[in-house]
């Protein structure tokens, strides 16, 4: 039987919202329909500065982005012609504000509020993914992992590398138990570089363009790299409450433009491939990037040299826009946690037992209200 699902996921870098409309069978996905929506500026401001903000502040923005994220949802249905009735479920990562899987007692917080898109789609929602897996004793991150194994996971050994704001990995084979955790940064250092570089007018390095006309600063490189969290042992994820502005040496922050973001950029290289010489125990046959980084040409170059002579290849090889396998994956996991079914790994470093990840809000019939008149108030 084929079900239809949407995916929602706001990544820690703060741009934007993205949604796949998508169509399960089996162990086969077909993704119908994609699109990102760019935040308005005092959005994207907002969540970049979360951790400063005051509790009425992150109420506030909690339910501002529900009705951002209703409003670009009901646009997409519209664009694609369709009807909320022929969608089982969405599946909303929300935007993670705090992730504190260390602390004591372990904590993580997603805004975002679930409630208005479900009032105002009509359609089921499953949401708050990280919390149930952090009652069970997992790290609440990476979620991907079971998403990496069901589809990607009946063939020879593969590295599924994730390069959003934060990096994370899967190492999935035919005859091996998954091994996932996150690597450490992604995009999230460069992406702060870049703001402050043009005072904000750039979000990213398009391409990788301004890394590739500066110098590596090698031995920022090697003490960054000396950080406990790159020696702990998986289980293990983290957030941009430890890789933002001032986990970067003052000595780096005064080099030229150019060159502090060639460093990050080898930088995020160099940590993702030398988690795999240190954690992963089996020789895999390729490595497929998925997220911003993959549309990084300097990055992934970096990646090919470091892994050589492993493959390094795009996820778009397979089909996939480089941004899509998130919400594809929170689509998925949405339907599966409708359906009764597993969404999580059961293996050592996510926890040992089956369980369904998210908390489900019912359909209802929806509310009239026009897209515009959601999302307002964010410009006020």
Sequence with gaps: ???????????????????????????????????????PKQISERLSRS???????????????????????LTFLKKNRVKPIHVAVIGSHGHTIFHGPGDSPPHTFQIGEASFISQHTGIPIVSDFRTRDLAAGGEGAPLIPFFDQYF??????????????????????????????????GNCLIDWAMKKISKRRKQFDHSGDLASKGKMDMSAVQKMALHPYFKRRPPKSTGRELFNERFIPLPLLKKKPADLVSTLTFFTAFTIAE??????????????????????????????????????????????????KEPIAFA?????????????????????????????????????????????KLNE
Excluded at 11 to 34: V, W
Excluded at 289 to 296: D, E, K
């Design 332 to 376: 998925f996991f949405a339907l599966r946690a409708l359906e009764g079914k597993t969404n999580r790994l059961p293996e050592k470093q996510i926890g040992r037992r089956h369980l369904i990840l998210g908390k489900i809000i019912p359909g209802s019939q929806k509310s009239k209200i026009p897209p515009a008149e959601l999302w307002s």
């Design 152 to 185: 990607f996971g009946n063939a020879g050994v593969r590295a599924m590398q994730n390069i959003g704001g934060i990096a994370n990995v899967t190492i999935v084979g035919k005859n091996i138990k998954p091994i996932a955790f996150d690597t450490g940064p």
């Design 275 to 324: 988690s795999y010489h240190r954690f992963v125990p089996h020789r895999f046959n390729e490595a497929i990037v998925s997220g911003g980084g993959a549309l990084n040409k300097t990055l992934m170059g970096h990646l090919k040299k470091l892994l050589f002579p492993v493959p390094v290849r795009s996820i778009e090889e397979f089909g996939v826009p480089a941004q899509a």
């Design 1 to 39: 039987m084929k079900s239809l699902a949407i995916g929602l996921m706001s990544g820690t870098s703060c741009d934007g919202l993205s949604i796949a409309l998508c169509e399960f069978q089996n162990r086969q996905f077909n993704l119908l329909a994609y699109e990102t929506y760019a935040y």
């Design 51 to 73: 951790a400063d903000l005051r509790s009425f502040e992150i109420s506030l923005l909690n339910v501002l982005l529900g009705r951002f994220f209703s409003a670009k949802l």
